[in-house]
């Protein structure tokens, strides 16, 4: 199984980045996707989830009205598009898989990525 998260890079306050994990090695499409983040000294937060038909998706508050997840299932993709970005959404990204459907606990998930970096610069 592998994730593979991309699509970081440093940006300015206000700008838009769109984030990719391609995953193969297992059935995609039977399987929920969530997106977590990590900034320096703190802990791994839940950032959005979508089920494995796209039929319901999860935000944090924090990034509601911001963010879109959304799936590929014919590509093995999901996104994730930020809008508006604020300094405070710089962290490294993850993605990961969970059976069905996404949530917003770590615990729950089976397969993770390895992080993109977004920074955002004020």
């Known amino acids: 199984v592998q994730l593979q998260a991309s699509g970081g890079g440093l940006v300015q306050a206000g700008d838009s980045l769109r984030l990719s994990c391609t995953a193969s090695g297992y059935t995609f499409s039977s399987y929920g996707m969530g997106w977590f983040r990590q900034a320096p000294g703190k802990e791994r937060e839940f950032v959005a989830a979508?089920?494995?038909?796209?039929?319901?998706?999860l935000y944090a508050d924090s990034v509601k009205a911001r963010f879109t997840i959304s799936r590929d299932n014919a590509k093995n993709r999901v996104y994730l598009q930020m809008n508006s970005l604020k300094p405070e959404d710089t962290a490294v990204y993850y993605c990961a898989a969970r059976n069905v459907y996404g949530s917003k606990l770590s615990r729950e998930y089976d397969y993770w990525g390895q992080g993109t970096q977004v920074t955002v610069s004020s």
């Open positions: 979508i089920s494995w038909n796209s039929g319901i998706t």
